[in-house]
């Protein structure tokens, strides 16, 4: 059974930092592509940074370019968002999401593989 499992949400301030981790199992984390969205009340999903496990390559998108980092420690399954500078528009509930198959949308989310369930973020000002 795959599964996404994300944790680190909470509760800061605007300019404080925040981890969130999703670990994976039930399928190999060597070769796919995982990444982080967003949606905060009343908006859209959006998309907020992927990386490749084999080659580490990252995308960030420009909300949050600056201030996230993604990266991954594929002996543990695990891919970290590191979010610093918070502001109160980045408050969302968090997805994580894997793409193993290589055919999904990652402007829309559309064709994920599977997703994990959300993680809530909040920031105040």
């Known amino acids: 059974e795959v599964q996404l499992q994300a944790s680190g949400g909470g509760s800061v301030q605007a300019g404080g930092s925040l981890r969130l981790s999703c670990t994976a199992s039930g399928f190999s984390f060597d070769d796919v592509a995982i990444g982080w969205f967003r949606q905060a009340p009343g908006r859209k999903r959006e998309a907020v940074s992927r990386i490749s496990t084999y080659d580490g390559t990252a995308v960030v998108e420009e909300p949050v370019k600056g201030r996230f980092a993604i990266s991954t420690d594929n002996a543990k399954s695990t891919v970290y968002l590191q979010m610093n500078s918070l502001k109160p528009e980045d408050t969302a509930v968090y997805y994580c999401?894997?793409?193993?198959?290589?055919?999904?949308?990652w402007g829309t989310g559309y064709d994920m593989d599977y997703w994990g369930k959300g993680t809530l973020v909040t920031v105040s000002s």
């Open positions: 999401a894997v793409d193993i198959l290589g055919a999904a949308d």
